[in-house]
């Protein structure tokens, strides 16, 4: 599950990347400029991203199984997503915001699940 992890930041990652591209341009003299909420998803994204990389490597030190790991790992592919996708929606469906806070439950779930596990660990396991 790690793998997904990974490879959920490394794509997210590419896209964050193009979507900077495509921002540059836009905020560029020529370019036709763009809403505020844009760019604060994007740096959102972008962290997100790689703390999901990041994490995709740390959680094979924990000793996080079954649900609990389950739930740790899609809890955070889940929120990684969709709460920047949730900001962008802001300006076009004003509610949407409101189910940022659920995103962000998901991600905080998440990481105190990889801190637990990474609290429980034996030191065989977390010096591996």
Known sequence: MSRVLRASGYVALTIQMLWGIVQSYMISPMGPGLPAVSVGAHAHFGILSILAVVTGFAIERTAL??????????????????????????????PALLTAYLWGLLLAVSMGLLAWGTITADEATASA
Request: no cysteine; glycine share 10%.
């Open 65 to 94: 199984s079954g649900t609990q790991r389950q739930v740790a790992v899609w809890g955070f592919v889940v929120g990684q997503w969709l709460l920047p996708a949730t900001v962008l929606m802001e300006a076009v469906f004003p």
